[in-house]
């Protein structure tokens, strides 16, 4: 099947470049300065590196500045995929907190796209609620046939919500869940004709578009460390197909203002063979 392995790779990879998924952006943060990087490495020796740099502006207000590069195999050669993140958020652990965001996925030889997103939250006593609405446009190229490939254009709305709770002692709970509706039908692309108008990387890369997604996460904080546990579940818009991701995550503070992360997590795919995947990250304060 052309979507396999990289539709899994694009999910964990997605088209939103920050690497912080919904029940992760809930837990609060530090009001300072701070450098968060991330490696990750999977089937067939494809590779993501990710960086973000959240720099406190005027009265505790956040600017963000992320740029991510990933290199998949396809069902013909290697690609490159790149990603820019530009960012606000209001001051953190605020009763309510609101951000606007930019982000740029993709390649522009073949699909890209450009997302505004919006995300809410609302902290009361031990619950954390957010929301965030989104609008993508999608760039790809069909085949050119012996001339310059024509370009499209699509749009996309979605809607991710998350609530976690705190108030068992050290340990949190966290849901959360994203719909996604498109203007163009996605599921044409899963069309042998298809072929003949969009090359096999464009039709690859379609499949990382998903119609929905659902998660639950459990954690638990000891005195400087942090173990956590998440299962996730998205619909391909294109073909339907359910792949559920398994994790297990670990966060060491070595300091106060330094921090190493790791997660493994074992991908399941509907008409695919499951594997694995492994993510190094660290984080520093200044």
Known sequence: MLHSPLFSLLLIFPASVSAVTLYDSLNPES?????????????????????????VIATNN???LGSGKSDVLTSTNRLQLYSFMLGYNSPYGEAFEFGLTYDYWGNTNELWTNTLSMPLRWNIRDWSVALQPQFM??????????????LHHSNSQSLSGAIRYYGFNRWELGIAGS???????????????ARF???DVTLVLSYGF???RFAVNIAYNFDTWHLGLKQEQTISAVDSNRLVITSLNTSFYLTDNFSLSIESGYIDIENS??????????????
């Open 31 to 55: 009001q300072d300065n701070s450098l968060r990087l991330e490696y990750s490495s999977s089937l067939e020796n494809s590779k993501n590196l990710y960086g973000q740099l959240d720099l």
């Open 62 to 64: 956040h600017l963000l």
């Open 137 to 150: 446009r999608i760039n790809l190229y069909s085949r050119g046939f012996n001339k310059p490939g024509h």
């Open 179 to 193: 719909r996604y509706r498109y203007e163009t039908d996605p599921g044409k692309l899963n069309n042998p004709l």
């Open 197 to 199: 108008l969009f090359s």
């Open 210 to 212: 998903p119609r929905s």
């Open 273 to 286: 063979e499951p594997y694995d995947y492994l993510t190094l990250g660290m984080q520093v304060f200044f």
